[in-house]
């Protein structure tokens, strides 16, 4: 057994029992805990599958950015973690059953008669000047252009829908609002008295 199936197997290892824990923890925190050691694991194998844009991007994006995030969301919140037991029990059965046919579909289409050595030779070793970022961006911008574009209209919609079902005006916000400037009269704002005037002793 060569050094690289040997690091291949130990992240490996890593990424499914991080996934493992990610379903199975009680504790959310302890559970994105796992998901970024997930992330960290998939990172070393796209190392070893030398696609280094995709190691860097998957660790300064999900792990930099989005996950602590999640983790930060999940300490702020207040989570009950009772209520989130109660129901643990209860589903089991549904998820079990789920997981047997995702799994079954997996090896159905993941399996020897459509992957492995015999079916898809190795490909040869990338020389040392090969750029992968560069392969990856022409890949992109020529032959997947058109999926590409479609995924960015896609993710600018779910950001404007997500940005205008979370907005709620506030009441203590202090904006001008020129609409309602624009209309106010004189005698809305300033109000005449006459009184007569005081005689000096």
Excluded: C
């Excluded at 992330?39 to 996950?67: C, D, K, P, R, T």
């Excluded at 919140?77 to 799994?103: K, T």
């Excluded at 970022?133 to 022409?138: C, N, S, V, Y």
């Amino acid at each position: 057994m060569s050094f690289e199936q040997i690091v291949f197997y130990i992240f490996s290892a890593m990424l499914v029992s991080a996934g493992v824990l990610v379903i199975t923890l009680r504790n959310p925190v302890h559970a994105v805990l796992s998901l970024v050691l997930a992330f960290f694991s998939s990172a070393g194998l796209w190392m070893l599958l030398e696609a280094e844009f995709l190691a860097i991007a998957l660790v300064l994006v999900y792990v930099g950015a989005v996950m602590v995030l999640f983790l930060f969301v999940v300490m702020m919140l207040d989570i009950n973690i009772a209520a989130v037991r109660e129901g643990f029990a209860r589903y089991l059965p549904v998820a079990a059953l789920f997981a047997v046919l995702m799994g079954v579909s997996i090896v159905l289409v993941v399996g020897p008669a459509h992957f492995g050595l015999e079916q898809v030779a190795a490909p040869p070793p990338a020389a040392a000047d090969v750029d992968n970022t560069e392969q990856l961006g022409l890949a992109m911008f020529t032959n997947f252009v058109l999926p590409l574009e479609v995924a960015s209209v896609i993710l600018l919609v779910a950001i404007i829908a997500a940005i205008a079902l979370t907005l709620r005006s506030s009441r203590q916000t202090k904006a001008p609002k020129p609409e309602l400037q624009v209309r106010v009269r004189r005698e809305d704002r300033v109000r005449l008295i006459k009184m007569d005037a005081e005689k000096g002793a």
